[in-house]
């Protein structure tokens, strides 16, 4: 097998002009399970070579997996000729700044040999435990385990060169009981043997009761959110609040806000790739270092992140947050979240001062509402409860809600100590391995809409 970077300079030799060549090897395992069962195992291995070429401002791509010099040599003939055809329909020249030069890049350490060997007697294992600690309470398990190594290089006709290979692991287990009732936990690393089966299932299981659930009232209660649902907001914060080429048109949640008071002192996040428990990169897809970026510090919005075509229509310069070579249509994004804890030892401490209020587990079905606000709308899901005189009580009717999500960070008045990195790995395409290093937090007025059906 061809290495990446050496493929890479290969196919670079194949385009004409101004041109970025990027190779990603990708070779994971996957086994999903359901009613404490294997039902599906899956293996890839597969290189995409994608071709950019740069035309007058305007660019073009083209992608293969056949990594013969013919199929090569097509694919960069491809791009040569989209990028050429959108400069001719445009008529003048396109936004796209050109190539980024190249810069020093810091090696990561989101590598792990045990990992990269795809042991697929270690998901075997995994389910095993699974399965058999959701039997010891009457409960059905239903999840994912998964792991992968990708192997990603940049050549470009600027002169960046950058090669590296990350390894990722994530087990999800929902238990289940007779009458439909579920409890989940979840748990990512960028090593199998960080995934703990047994205690997932244990987590997820205590949060199936066997009580029926009431229904809660629409209205405004505090709450306490797990890591989980912490990191889907946050996930959603950074399309609306942080990317940069929403902030440039004007459409981003932090345009004209940057410097000021957006959230509780208590918030500081920022996007940290080599932050400990993070799945850690050390270049975007257009090959440009990655480095710790504050966006939010003690509640106030310092920063957003950019590519290389967002940062020039800013007058800025990139981040190193592209998405994909050339920039994503959509903009750029933070891919390492890091919420910094807070001094709670853990969810009960966060409990202990509310009289009547709710516990989420995770949330569902979020979808944003309105944009420049941060306003969505979602559901609470697998193990939702009252917080009843301080302690967990009864299970509660998964709820819909409709929130902001800077006002839900303004009104968080304490975290936990303890951050666990929020993730999933449904990969729909090219495996991209991502999440938010979070705690749980507290935060008042949590806006309940209606009863889920």
């Known amino acids: 097998m061809t290495e990446p970077l050496e493929l890479a300079e290969r196919a670079l030799g194949f385009a004409t002009g101004e041109a970025q060549i990027t190779v990603v090897r990708e070779r994971s395992l996957l086994s999903r399970f359901a009613v404490s069962r294997p039902t599906q195992a899956t293996e890839v291995d597969d290189t995409t070579v994608s071709v950019l070429r740069v035309h007058d401002g305007h660019t073009g791509s083209a992608e293969t997996n056949d990594l013969s010099d013919e199929a090569l040599r097509q694919a960069a003939a491809r791009a040569d000729a989209a990028a050429r055809a959108a400069a001719r329909a445009a008529g003048e020249p396109g936004d796209y700044p050109g190539l980024p030069e190249p810069a020093p890049i810091t090696p990561g350490d989101g590598f792990d040999p045990r990992t990269a060997d795809l042991d697929p007697v270690a998901a075997g294992t995994a389910l095993r435990m699974a399965f058999d600690e959701c039997a010891r309470h009457d409960l059905q398990a239903f999840g994912i385990w998964t792991a992968g190594v990708v192997d990603t290089a940049v050549a470009s006709s600027t002169g960046v060169r950058a090669h590296e290979a990350v390894t990722d692991a994530y087990m999800k287990v929902m238990a289940r009981d007779r009458d439909g009732r579920t409890g989940r936990a979840t748990e990512a690393a960028t090593s199998v ?171 569902w079905y979020v979808n944003p509402v309105h944009e420049k606000s941060t306003l969505l709308t979602g559901t609470t899901r697998d193990g939702t409860f009252l917080i009843e005189d301080g302690r967990l009580g009864r299970p509660v009717k998964d709820v819909r809600f409709t929130d902001s999500i800077l006002r839900l960070l303004e009104a968080t008045d304490a975290l936990t100590s303890g951050q666990r990195l929020a993730s999933e790995a449904e990969f729909y395409g090219r495996r991209f391995a991502s999440g938010v290093v979070t705690p749980a937090l507290r935060a008042q007025g949590f806006r309940i809409t209606g009863q889920t059906v």
């Open 193 to 363: 043997d960080a995934l703990h089966p047994l205690q997932l299932a244990e987590r997820a299981s205590a949060k199936v009761t066997g009580e029926d659930p009431i229904e809660l009232e629409p209205g405004e209660y505090p709450v306490v959110l797990e890591p989980d649902a912490v990191g889907e907001l946050l996930e959603f914060l950074g399309a609306l609040a942080f990317n940069g080429l929403a902030h440039a048109e004007g459409r981003g949640a932090l345009s004209g806000r940057l410097g000021e008071r957006v959230a509780a002192a208590a918030i500081n996040l920022s996007d940290s790739p080599r932050f400990p428990r993070t799945l850690p990169r050390s270049f975007d897809a257009e090959g440009v270092p990655k480095a710790p970026l504050p966006l939010i510090q003690d509640g106030v919005a310092h920063a957003v992140v950019h590519d290389t075509r967002s940062a020039a229509r800013a007058g800025a310069v990139s981040t190193g947050h592209a998405l994909a070579p050339g920039g994503a249509a959509w903009g750029p994004a933070p891919t390492n979240l890091v919420l910094i804890g807070g001094g709670a030892a853990d969810e009960a401490e966060l409990m202990a001062p509310i009289e009547y209020g709710l516990y989420v587990t995770r949330l």
